[in-house]
């Protein structure tokens, strides 16, 4: 079975692939929004999505080897990776499945994601500006303006993904403060 969803909130996504297995469906791939399922025991796995920090520095493809074969060790088994991110599943059976469990990992996690959303943000907003001049001083026609929206929702998504991970960044923060 597939099924199409666009995520840009780590936690919604995993819970969403949880509440899948809870009812039967592991997933076994991902492309582009598109989540392949598989039939499964209800509550067999639990997943978890993950952006590691060594992924984008230098010998990317050795280092992201290295880091799936760590968590591994774990109990759990890589599914798929999607740019910078990767999705691992542990069969609930063995156990708990946590990738950060102390409060100043967390915190580098939701900055990572920040980050991200910051840089890919900025370029959105860059192609957006310039497709907008490029409009007002051609007078585009109605595909220009539908291209226009399109891109100034995906602007907007942006800006909301990099207010609602500073929250997380700020309520993990006055939990290490506690």
Not at 136 to 151: F, P, Y
Request: aromatic fraction near 16%.
């Amino acid at each position: 079975m597939q099924k199409i969803r666009f995520y840009f909130d780590k936690d919604k996504e995993e819970k969403w692939l949880n509440d899948m297995c809870q009812s039967g469906w592991a997933m076994t791939k991902f492309f582009m929004g598109i989540y392949t399922f598989k039939p499964c025991q209800p509550g067999e796995y639990v997943y978890r999505i993950d952006m590691p920090a060594e992924i984008g520095k230098g010998r990317l493809k050795e280092k992201r080897k290295q880091y799936i074969e760590l968590v591994e060790e774990t109990g759990a088994e890589h599914v798929c990776d999607w740019f910078w991110w990767s999705i691992f599943r542990k069969e609930a059976s063995k156990g708990a499945f946590e990738l950060y469990t102390d409060c100043e990992s967390q915190l580098a996690l939701y900055k990572r994601i920040r980050k991200l959303f910051v840089w890919v943000g900025c370029f959105e907003v860059f192609l957006t500006a310039n497709n907008t001049l490029l409009f007002i001083k051609d007078a585009g026609d109605k595909v220009d303006v539908a291209l226009l929206c399109i891109m100034y929702l995906i602007v907007m998504v942006f800006i909301v993904g990099i207010v609602k991970t500073t929250w997380k960044i700020k309520k993990i923060k006055q939990q290490i403060i506690s």
